[in-house]
């Protein structure tokens, strides 16, 4: 990268993208590793459509889902590995887990976003495995 292309303005789109990231970073780290149910709440539109068949549609759905996964597993935690944006969505690599001394899920959810807010989200786990044919990491 030359000294021209570090200091040239973002685009727009560019700049979008980057906050639609930040949005979603904020409320993986609000509701999963924080546990703070209002600060992530902060982040959903009028409508939340929720893809997964374990949690409600709504904010209220979402609420509840995160206090039970709480309080069933205090030290959830997730570590974003990878994060992409494009047009109205984000898709975020990550393992997530629910105890520090398991080997995890590697999951990938996909947020779709509206006016700055969560409107919709899709999400896809698996355990890690502990074994591979390979030698390449879920994550």
Known sequence: MNDQEKTAPRSSADSILARNKAIVLDFIEQAVNQGNIDAASAHFGDAYIQHNPNIPDGVE???SYVRQLRQTF???RGE???IVAEGDYVIVHMLAKRDPEEAGLAIV???RLSANKLVEHWEVRQP???SDLHGNSMI
């Open 128 to 130: 890690i495995a502990e």
């Open 109 to 111: 959810d996909i947020f």
């Open 61 to 63: 759905g979402f609420r």
């Open 74 to 76: 205090p030290d959830v």
């Open 80 to 82: 974003v590995k990878r």
